[in-house]
């Protein structure tokens, strides 16, 4: 069975976990470290959800971040960092773990929840569909500074 936790207080469990998991959300990023971690768990405006499977003896198998913020036109709320592990992948994690992030929201009052997703990421755009996700059509722009 696979448990959806949010986390308050980071530990080494925890942080050993996003060194396994970050790595392959992202080859680019490190994975972060404590302090880092306990600032995002300490953030009003993040919610850190973690999911461990029982059937890998209580493992930390997929996280996710679910950022929220208000704006004029309302209470904001993004889905980021989703990530689970390749020894779970199938295991209905993702799901899980989105449908807890779509609970926070709801509940703090976000009357919308988006997220990006590369295309090459094909189970997970899939997985954003059938829970109801739907492609807007926009520009996504990034500004990088350099």
Do not use: C
Not at 22 to 50: F, G, K, V, Y
Not at 113 to 133: C, H, I, K, M
Request: glycine residues 6%.
């Amino acid at each position: 069975m696979i448990e959806i936790s949010e986390v308050h207080t980071v530990d080494d469990e925890i942080v050993d976990a996003f060194g396994t998991l970050i790595p392959q959300l992202s080859r680019s990023n490190p994975a972060p470290d404590m302090a880092t971690l306990q600032a995002i768990a300490d953030s009003e405006a993040s919610t850190l959800l973690i999911a461990r499977d029982d059937e890998l003896d209580d493992l930390i198998v997929g996280s996710m971040t679910l950022a929220m913020f208000r704006i004029p036109t309302g209470l904001r709320a993004w889905i980021e960092d989703v990530v689970v592990d390749e020894r779970a992948r199938g295991k209905g994690v993702g799901r899980l773990l989105n449908e807890r992030a779509l609970e926070v929201a709801k509940a703090a009052g976000a009357k919308t929840v988006d997220l990006t997703s590369r295309p090459s990421r094909e189970a997970a755009n899939r997985l954003y569909q059938r829970l109801g996700f739907v492609v807007r059509e926009t520009n996504v722009y990034r500004f990088t500074g350099e």
